[in-house]
């Protein structure tokens, strides 16, 4: 069969013409793959910010998440390049691309989570409340008079030598820091109704307080306060002298049996010092305390009869510190003071 030079030509120009449209309808069939893939796959990443907002299944980073961008990755290669569905299996199997089961629980189970977080019980601190408290910017020096200054008597008309003046002392407390670096974590972040920084704000209040506490009590001025235990101020209470914390012994290695002790404790503070004053110890002290007993079998310890009202010992309220040292050989288990007059 012989053709004409048109003839081939018309041949040509209709075969190029429905070339043409198959390859349009293809390119467009793939591109119409690619949307919906496209859109598939936003509705997955959405879900996802979704699921982690609620603590379904975490948040942030996630294999799954991973997967399923490698997996949109490989099914686009697959779709532009042709294949059929065992190739694309093979592919995902291959490369752990699946989305359709994640082997960490999968991204439709939900982990519940309370958005609340109970804090364990810590020790018990009174010192930041019994201490006197000032807020100060730079350093701090406050004067205190030691007394010492002397007069007379005199007649009408006689003369006024000059008498001695006090004696001044410029206390300056130690300055340190305190600090607490906490981390939190990804899932506690994604819980939009979770108040994340309210909970830190409580934890890093606490700890401070804590630390702050048990300074008071035992600190060895070294980086921080120098606390009411800190050997280097503790003496018998007949050598007493400004700047020391006075002692008396209790009588007994490692039991405090003798209620006299106490009494004479309250005694030793000079009585200006005696209002406002109070008792600090532990509570498993105060377990041991409260068991004492008068000449006539009736407990020396007076429960506070109104709510909030502080337990009385020897007619002065009880405040209990756990940072106190229990009862023991060499320990000091039991303070009595003013402590706002002593303590800044």
Known sequence: MSYTQSEVQAIIDEFSKVSAESRGKTENRIDGIDKTVEELYSKIDNLEVILGR?????????????????????????????????????????????????????????????????????????????????????????????????????????????T??????????????????????????????????????DEIRDVFTEKEAAAFISGDGVGKPSGILDADKMVANANWV??????????????????DKLIDVQHALKPVYRNGASWLMNDATVGVVRKFKDGDGNYIWRPGLLEGAPDTLLGKPVVVDDNVDNIGSNKCPIFYGNFKRAYL
């Not at 600090?179 to 704000?201: I, T």
């Open 164 to 201: 001695a003046a006090p004696e001044l002392n410029l206390f300056q407390p130690m300055m340190a820091e305190i600090y607490a670096m906490p981390s939190v974590s990804q899932k506690l972040l994604d819980m939009s109704d979770f108040d994340v920084e309210g909970w830190l704000m």
């Open 54 to 162: 609620r603590g379904l299944g975490g948040g942030g980073w996630s294999a799954g998440a991973e997967s399923a961008k490698e997996h949109k990755a490989a099914f686009n290669s697959w779709a532009r390049q042709g294949g059929n569905d065992v190739e694309l299996r093979r592919l995902e199997v291959a490369a752990g691309l699946s989305t359709i089961n994640d082997p960490d629980g999968g991204f439709l189970v939900p982990d519940e989570m309370a958005k609340e977080i109970d804090r364990l019980a810590t020790e018990s601190v009174a010192m930041r409340r019994l201490a006197k408290v000032v807020k100060v910017q730079g350093e701090y020096k406050r004067p205190l008079s030691k007394g010492g200054a002397t007069g007379g008597w005199v007649s009408e008309l006689a003369d006024r030598p000059e």
């Open 242 to 259: 400004y700047g020391k914390t006075g002692f008396i012994a209790g009588g007994h290695a490692n039991l405090l049996n003798n209620l």
